[in-house]
């Protein structure tokens, strides 16, 4: 065999190596893309089914309301089994971990609730009260029924909207955000002369659409004179497709759970007295911002 001739069938065997390997890259982004997806249906078809139950339990509160009799005994019971549904609903609504387990068990409850009412409408017919006002009374429920199906089907566009924009709910939330001046021995300053560092602190908000792992969190201080205090390298990160200077960084492994976080900023010359900005950036987009005041 030639020397061109085995460079050309190395070539060759480096060539199928890079399909395979581009091909086994590819397998694995789709499949994880195709399991965020699923995800996020998920969520939204549990957010649509927590709020088909709540219409629910508006309507059965509802339907109570309409229930009337000469009979106080029977009305006390009404009375209490109405708060019972109301205290359900409450529940539900405070539901915080909301599952297809927890639907099940939500589920069998209210048909519970719903089997005990049946037996009271039942046992009002009995007593042969009103029917006529009760029929007037079943129209104004139906009435309101159809309104809570009218907001619920709003709920579910909206929902169907908020699912198109996944990415854009993926994308980290700070709260609490706060900022103050340390000195060099780490008490708090007011007095811009007195300051040594900025503390920015801020808890990252629960939020189980955004990839859990390590990134980095981005903080850019600006003084009052609108110059921006640089990181000690003038780094810059890279937010919606522009460069921007920053302050300081810290990497925070995020699980989506709510986070506590403190990023330090060093700080080289006298600031100025004034208002200072703060701005927070992660995942190359622009997260928070917040505002200080030096003396």
């Given at each position: 065999?030639?020397?061109?001739?085995?460079?050309?069938?190395?070539?060759?065997?480096?060539?199928?190596?890079?399909?395979?390997?581009?091909?086994?890259?590819?397998?694995?982004?789709?499949?994880?893309?195709?399991?965020?997806?699923?995800?996020?249906?998920?969520?939204?078809?549990?957010?649509?089914?927590?709020?088909?139950?709540?219409?629910?339990?508006?309507?059965?509160?509802?339907?109570?309301?309409?229930?009337?009799?000469?009979?106080?005994?029977?009305?006390?019971?009404?009375?209490?089994?109405?708060?019972?549904?109301?205290?359900?609903?409450?529940?539900?609504?405070?539901?915080?971990?909301?599952?297809?387990?927890?639907?099940?068990?939500?589920?069998?409850?209210?048909?519970?609730?719903?089997?005990?009412?049946?037996?009271?409408?039942?046992?009002?017919?009995?007593?042969?009260q009103s029917n006529i006002a009760l029929r007037q009374e079943n129209q104004q429920v139906k009435k309101r029924i159809q309104q809570v199906e009218t907001e619920r089907a709003q709920i579910s566009k909206k929902l169907e909207e908020a699912s198109e924009k996944v990415d854009l709910a993926s994308v980290l939330r700070p709260i609490n955000i706060f900022a103050l001046g340390l000195t060099r021995r780490g008490k708090e300053a007011t007095r811009a002369r007195n300051v040594e560092k900025i503390k920015v602190c801020f808890t990252l908000d629960q939020n189980p659409i955004a990839k859990p792992g390590n990134r980095f969190i981005y903080v850019q201080v600006t003084a009052p004179g609108g110059a921006i205090i640089p990181n000690e390298q003038q780094d810059s990160v890279n937010v919606d497709g522009e460069k921007l200077l920053y302050s300081a960084r810290r990497e925070v492994d995020y699980q989506n759970e709510s986070l506590d976080v403190c990023i330090f900023v060093d700080v080289t010359d006298e600031l100025p007295k004034g208002i200072y900005k703060i701005e927070l950036f992660a995942d190359n987009r622009h997260i928070g911002t917040s505002s200080f005041t030096l003396k």
């Open positions: 065999m030639t020397e061109n001739s085995k460079q050309h069938q190395t070539q060759n065997i480096l060539i199928a190596i890079l399909l395979v390997l581009t091909l086994g890259l590819s397998v694995l982004y789709f499949r994880e893309k195709s399991k965020n997806i699923k995800q996020v249906e998920i969520n939204t078809e549990l957010t649509v089914t927590k709020d088909s139950l709540q219409g629910r339990l508006v309507e059965m509160i509802l339907e109570y309301d309409n229930l009337k009799t000469n009979n106080e005994e029977i009305n006390r019971q009404l009375l209490a089994e109405k708060e019972k549904v109301r205290e359900l609903l409450t529940r539900l609504q405070r539901e915080r971990n909301f599952s297809q387990a927890k639907f099940t068990e939500y589920e069998r409850e209210l048909a519970t609730l719903r089997k005990i009412m049946r037996s009271y409408i039942v046992q009002i017919d009995s007593l042969n």
